[in-house]
């Protein structure tokens, strides 16, 4: 159902001199700014019992009256897809994300997806943007992701996410064995040829990647990676820059590599591993209310937790060569 606003306040003097849009998205931190701008420019804001401009600078002590209708966001269908829900409560929603399901609707995937699944959940995330979801992982990557619930938190996730204080960190299998961690700090962007990859380019979006080594084994590495930027495909594309590209990654993955004399088992496990071997496995952040600081984790799903066991069992028999 679309939710009614309906607020009055007054503009502080300490305000005197400031545009009317920046002193609402001030007073008004549950709303957006690009939303409370829509508001004025449909006649729905009112200052001193007029229609404002949305640039019209505010002298102090106005009266402002906002009736408003948020309208649903989505027309997409609620369906009966399990979540594996890790945390609930009136704000959010943490959910650990299986491979292989899209987080919204597109041209190639039109329903099935995390978004239809949340509206089953919660028939009011439709009056919200993406019916609350603030951040995406790929298709075939798992792991964590929180959702919004309310606009307020709706904002302020996405404030926090812009403000880099939203903590992600993942697990990843990479083809070549590492001697130490880094950080990769390279522009991402569309790649020049390939428009339905990502590459780092010169005047790409700035996208910085901190990795430490985990476990080493005979061909591969196990690495912890933390986002400090939030590019698309940006674990994928920064490792495969610095030539150890994600274990199963149909895009920048490159041929299969596999260990010297390497026997049957292991040979079939990751030729058979079709998906990128990444799992976003922590999530920490401020509550969007309650500003306590919470932090999830979740275990690398079974055919990730096999791989890594097969290469860790292949790198033990091999120890002594």
Same mark, same amino acid.
């Given at each position: 159902?679309?939710?009614?606003? +309906? ?24 709303? $957006?700014?690009? !939303?409370? +701008?829509?508001?004025?420019? $449909? ?11 949305? !640039? ?60 239809? /699944? ?44 812009? /403000? ?90 490159? !041929? ?14 990751? $030729?058979?591993? !079709?998906?990128?071997?990444?799992? /976003? ?41």
């Amino acid at each position: 159902m679309p939710q009614h606003v +309906q607020l009055e306040l007054t503009i502080p003097g300490g305000m005197r001199g400031r545009r009317l849009d920046q002193a609402l998205a001030e007073l008004l931190g549950e709303y $957006s700014r690009s !939303r409370l +701008q829509q508001w004025i420019r $449909s006649g729905e804001v009112t200052l001193d019992e007029r229609l404002p401009q949305v !640039r019209e600078k505010v002298m102090g002590g106005e009266h402002v009256r906002i009736d408003a209708v948020i309208a649903e966001q989505t027309v997409n269908a609620a369906e009966p897809i399990p979540l594996a829900i890790v945390h609930e409560d009136a704000e959010l929603l943490v959910i650990n994300k299986p491979a292989g399901l899209v987080v919204h609707p597109a041209a190639g995937n039109p329903a099935g997806t995390l978004l239809n /699944a949340l509206l089953h959940h919660d028939a009011q995330l439709a009056g919200l943007p993406r019916a609350g979801i603030v951040h995406r992982l790929d298709k075939s990557t798992s792991g964590l992701m929180v959702v919004a619930r309310s606009l307020t938190a709706h904002k302020r996730l996405v404030d926090a996410l812009q /403000a880099r204080t939203v903590k992600r960190e993942y697990l990843t299998v990479v083809n070549s064995v590492l001697t130490a961690g880094g950080c990769i700090d390279a522009p991402i962007g569309r790649h020049p040829v390939d428009r339905k990859r990502m590459a780092v380019v010169s005047g790409g979006k700035e996208a910085v990647t901190h990795y430490r080594v985990e476990e080493r084994y005979r061909a591969h590495t196990l690495v912890r990676v933390q986002l400090e930027t939030g590019r698309t495909h940006q674990i994928r594309v920064h490792m495969a820059y610095r030539h150890h590209p994600v274990v199963g990654d149909p895009v920048y993955g490159g !041929r299969l590599r596999l260990p010297k004399s390497a026997d049957a088992h292991v040979i079939a496990v990751l $030729s058979a591993f !079709r998906r990128q071997a990444l799992h /976003a496995t922590q999530l920490t952040l401020e509550h969007p209310v309650s500003g306590e600081t919470l932090s999830w984790q979740a275990g690398v799903p079974p055919d990730m937790a096999q791989l890594i066991e097969v290469l860790r069992n292949d790198a033990r028999e091999h120890s002594s060569d």
